[in-house]
């Protein structure tokens, strides 16, 4: 590695300081102000809502002791200390068709999976634990089995009173089958919010338009818009603004009025045509500026009216870096959903060396695979260009070296990111 490379001067050797990662994530969580209404909407409406308040157990889950598999009930006290014991099967119990009736001493009945455990019986003898003949009446079992085994105790996976779901949850497949076990038909989520999109820039075209000479097809409004909806939140997209500081001061005073967020890629550095923070700070606050992270210096956050404002760079891959680590946990917060303390990473030996500069943090686009021994490494993808966003499709995970960190060497413990599909 070619030391020298790291006292180049390149976009970062700016006289302005820069606000660390860590501290720009604090900014704006402590500044959103969190009020999302609430609604109810049928179950099959619910996944990816976030639910509004905790939902109780009405009834216990399972509501009744039931067996854990196919076999026979019996009283614990029949089951033989030593040798073998007969046992009369007085009938036969089936999920949804309980058993009518007692198990007396010296009975059982044969049980299927999931059915009532039958009064006077708290044990389940699997079938393949039958001495001969299983279809024989009567059976014979044999010593070694455990009273109450075999079989699911009545509220075990929830009692009634229970939280079943805390607020703040959002709805997976998962907390679809809980919620349905419970009987909700109806759930309280927070409303989703609503987040208008847009791209700036002069040289952008959609990606039906043939390209003229020193044109570009836009790639982030459908990236921003795959990551917004992704999240639950209502979409609007408001299309390609020119750099004209009029059309984007009237686009964003517009969008305000009837949106929770804004996000715009573009427009936030200092060049003659990024018009965005200008158009920001007329219209209302400007908060954070200009983060000491790579990719995605140039980004802003501020306020207009009661409407969030994030503005990301114009470089592809700079705008899935700046979501990732500064929109999505502040769209979480916005619509109600749980904080998580940290982001969720691991570390991992990284087998090349990678180049870092302290005083800001480096996002490198990673592989994590899986050596010939079974072990776990990560690789960057190879050219970090905030340019190249092949590179993004090509990973699986993110590779993060903090504000205060130095170049890594063969074979240190890096902290990965993995991306969440």
Not at 152 to 169: H, I
Not at 284 to 311: M, N, Q, S, T
Not at 369 to 388: C, D, H, I, M, P
Request: include cysteine; aromatic fraction near 4%; proline fraction near 6%.
């Amino acid at each position: 590695m070619n030391q020298s490379n790291l006292t180049k001067p390149d976009c970062f050797d700016v006289p302005e300081e820069l606000t660390a990662l860590s501290l720009a994530r604090a900014h704006i969580l402590d500044a959103l102000t969190v009020r999302p209404a609430t609604a109810k909407v049928n179950l099959h409406e619910a996944h990816g809502r976030i639910l509004a308040q905790n939902l109780l157990a009405p009834a216990d889950v399972p509501p009744v002791n039931n067996a854990a598999m196919d076999g026979f009930a019996v009283r614990s006290a029949d089951l033989p200390e030593h040798g073998e014991r007969s046992l009369a099967v007085a009938g036969i119990a089936l999920a949804g068709k309980p058993f009518d009736g007692n198990v007396e001493s010296g009975s059982c009945v044969r049980i299927m999976t999931g059915a009532a455990i039958p009064d006077g019986a708290d044990t389940v003898i699997a079938q393949e634990h039958v001495i001969g003949d299983m279809e024989a009446n009567p059976i014979v079992i044999d010593a070694g089995h455990k009273a109450g085994q075999n079989m699911r105790p009545r509220g075990e996976d929830l009692a009634a009173g229970d939280v079943v779901l805390k607020a703040g949850k959002r709805i997976g497949a998962a907390e679809l089958g809980v919620l349905s076990s419970m009987g909700f038909d109806r759930v309280p989520v927070f409303e989703q919010l609503r987040v208008a999109v847009f791209s700036t820039g002069d040289e952008l075209r959609e990606p039906d338009v043939t390209l003229d000479h020193g044109l570009i097809h836009d790639c982030n409004r459908p990236i921003l818009r795959a990551l917004v909806t992704q999240l639950g939140c209502s979409l609007t997209d408001l299309g390609i603004l020119p750099d004209q500081y009029e059309v984007v001061r009237d686009a964003l005073a517009e969008a305000a009025t009837d949106h929770d967020v804004i996000i715009t890629s573009g427009g936030v550095s200092t060049g003659v045509a990024d018009y965005v923070t200008r158009a920001l700070q007329e219209l209302g606050d400007l908060g954070v500026w200009r983060i000491a992270l790579r990719p995605g210096r140039p980004f802003a956050h501020g306020r207009i009216g009661a409407c969030e404002f994030f503005g990301l760079p114009g470089n592809p891959v700079a705008v899935m870096v700046t979501f990732d680590q500064l929109v999505n946990p502040a769209l979480g917060t916005l619509a109600g959903l749980s904080p998580v303390d940290s982001p969720f990473r691991f570390r991992l030996p990284c087998t090349e060396a990678l180049r870092k500069k302290t005083g800001r943090t480096e996002v490198y686009r990673a592989i994590m695979y899986r050596e010939a021994n079974g072990t776990l490494s990560v690789k960057s993808t190879g050219k970090q260009s905030s340019g190249l966003l092949k590179s993004m499709s090509d990973a699986n995970c993110f590779i993060l070296l903090e504000h205060d960190d130095e170049s890594t060497s063969v074979g240190q413990l890096v902290d990965v990111i993995p991306f969440s599909d």
